[in-house]
C-alpha cells in the first residue's frame, strides 16, 4: 500500500534532476490555497521571480490584496530565499552570474512546500533580507502552515510574525 508521501516511484524526477517536483509542489499549493478559499492564479512564465498570484486579505473579512508568491520546494532543513540559479539557455557555468536573492522588488511571499510531510512555509519575502541565501525551518515554524499571515497581511499582523523568527 502506498502512502501519500511518496515520490518519484517511476525514477522519472531523479532523471529530470527533481524538476518535476517543483511543477507538483505548485499544482499542491494552487489546490490548498483553493481549498482554503483563497483566490489563486498561475503566472506562465516558468523562469519568472513568482509562480502564483495569490489574494490576501488585510483583514478576516477585509480588503484583497493581491501578492507575487514563488515556490519553493523544501528538501532538507532549510528553505532557500532565492533564484535564477538553475538551467537557462546558456549551460556554461558561470557562478553566481544568473542567481539572486528575493527581495519585495521579486516577490512577496515564499512558500516553502516541504517534500517530506507537504507542510506549507508562508515566509514573507520583506523578511529575507535578515538572513542568508536561504533559512532554517527551525527558525521560521511560526511561518509553518500560518494561513493567518494570507487573512492579516497588514503592518501590525507582519511585525508580530517577524518578532517570532529566530536569528
Known amino acids: 500500500m502506498g502512502d501519500i ?8 524526477i531523479a532523471k529530470k534532476a527533481g524538476a518535476p517536483l517543483g511543477d507538483a509542489h505548485e499544482l499542491f499549493v494552487r489546490a490548498i490555497m483553493m481549498r482554503l478559499g483563497f483566490e ?13 498570484i495569490l489574494a ?15 515556490i519553493k520546494t523544501i528538501s532538507g532543513t532549510s528553505l532557500t530565499l532565492g533564484g535564477g540559479s ?9 557562478s553566481g552570474v544568473k542567481s539572486y536573492k528575493y527581495s519585495e522588488e521579486h516577490n512577496e511571499l515564499i512558500f ?3 517534500k517530506e510531510n507537504f507542510d506549507i512555509y508562508i515566509f514573507p519575502t520583506r523578511f ?5 541565501t536561504s533559512i532554517s ?25 517577524e518578532k517570532q523568527l529566530k536569528n
Open 5 to 12: 508521501k511518496d515520490v518519484d516511484l517511476t525514477g522519472e
Open 112 to 114: 516553502g512546500v516541504d
Open 128 to 132: 529575507a533580507s535578515k538572513y542568508g
Open 40 to 52: 489563486v492564479g498561475k503566472v506562465d512564465l516558468s523562469a519568472g521571480p513568482y509562480d502564483l
Open 86 to 94: 538553475r538551467g537557462g539557455i546558456d549551460r556554461e557555468y558561470k
Open 137 to 161: 525551518k527551525n527558525k521560521i515554524v511560526v511561518c509553518k502552515n500560518n494561513w493567518e499571515i494570507l487573512m492579516n497581511w497588514n503592518e501590525e499582523y507582519l511585525r508580530k510574525i
Open 56 to 70: 490576501a486579505h488585510t483583514k478576516p473579512g477585509g480588503e484583497k490584496l493581491f501578492l507575487r508568491v514563488q
